[in-house]
């Protein structure tokens, strides 16, 4: 869960004698209410919490829920990445189906109706709520209207408005609100985000939905950097130009996971983090050194994790592409 609902997350635990059967978190979207509610049923559901009721992280229940396979815990959502659920283009682009189905639902029939393995509480997450489609929401009342003891519903939405008015009434409410402007620049920065000012303007204010924007622009990055390094031709002093506005992270990132592609390739024929690249890689691989790729290659680990930017960025750019380069193509060695 992401700091900034650290005060949502204890004000609910703090009533958790009073827990409602049924709660619907609801929110602008990207803000990290799977987050949230992830959190509260680890919280719930922990065997050991803490004295503020928070999971500890540490009990059998905990780390069965860590891994996925808590007993007593079913999260309802879209037969598609759950991970997309709360992202609106995530649904439509429909892998598998954007909708929770009437099935999905009445496989909980069991669960629901059985009491609990670890004689505690059993959660059922449901993630986005809007996705219920009629019939699945119709099943779904009728457990909400006569929950069996120590069952707890969590709904999570950024559509509410989209839930029939049956379910909503069920539930008791809980509005979680985006972050101050700081707090999501500086997570948006810890995360390497670039220009996090802009990206977090362009998405409301809504700090996973920023994330997410600017993992698309950075994938884009990643496939013309490596595409202008691929060419066994390039030239190191326009490819620095091209690339002058990269960050050095990003750039030191790129080189060496390419670097390490290259060796482990010649090597073992493997590859570990561009496959999408392997005829470019093959074709490299073939014409390169492997000990001498290696020691480029621990020279940006090292370099990596103890990032200091030097004086001049472009200059240090352009001395790893010259190696890089004199590895390709060993003739410009001597130019
Ligand atoms: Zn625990």
Redo the contacts with the bound molecule.
Sequence with gaps: MENWFKKDLETVLAQKAQLPHAMLIKGPRGIGKLGFGLALTQALL????AADAT?????N??NWFASGSHPDFRLLAPMSESAEAESEEGAKKGKASPWISIEQVRELHDFINVSSHRGGRKIILVAPAEALNVNAANALLKSLEEPPALTYFILISHRPHRLPRTIISRCRQLNLLPPDRATALAWLGKQGVEQPEVVLAQSSGAPLLALAASAGEELAGRRDFLRAIASTDFDPLTVAETFRDLPLERFINWMQKWTYDVVILRMLGEIRYSPDFKRELSATAQRIEPLAALRLHRKLVREQRNIHHPLNVRLYIESVLLAYSALVNPSRKAA
């Design positions: 922990c065997e050991k919490p999971a500890c992280n540490a009990c229940a905990c």
